[in-house]
Nanobody, 122 residues
Framework: QLQASGGGLVQAGGSLRLSCAAS????????MGWFRQAPGKEREFVAA????????VYADSMKGRFTISRDNAKNTVYLQMTSLKPEDTAVYYC?????????????????WGQGTLVTVSS
């Protein structure tokens, strides 16, 4: 139901835009989030956006470099990533929440996409 795309190989300092398209149901009323998981590490919070896009929250290490946005008409959420660093290399997952909770916690999300790999070379 959530399909993440847009990952790939990019050099340090470059940019990528990830997309997360929903199908089968609407997620227009849901908080949406992006998480990432590097090899051998736990899944970590990247950014989240409220159902109408009016509120966003970021992990400290992403502030100023990443921007989350959404287009409810297209049932799609985006993650614009700039000034990428090798430590940003990970599989990026989008997620949707249908209930209140901490936007930065994986426990607060009910639906998960399959992930898209971002590799940043030095």
């Amino acid at each position: 139901q959530l399909q993440a795309s847009g990952g790939g190989l990019v050099q340090a300092g470059g940019s990528l835009r990830l997309s997360c398209a929903a199908s089968g149901r609407s997620f227009r009323s849901n908080r949406m989030g992006w998480f990432r998981q590097a090899p051998g590490k736990e899944r970590e919070f990247v950014a989240a956006i409220s159902y109408n896009g009016g509120s966003t929250v970021y992990a400290d290490s992403m502030k100023g470099r990443f921007t989350i946005s959404r287009d409810n008409a297209k049932n799609t959420v985006y993650l614009q990533m700039t000034s990428l660093k090798p430590e940003d290399t990970a599989v990026y997952y989008c997620a949707a929440s249908s209930r209140p909770g901490r936007p930065s916690s994986t426990n607060g999300y009910d639906y998960w996409g399959q992930g898209t790999l971002v590799t940043v070379s030095s």
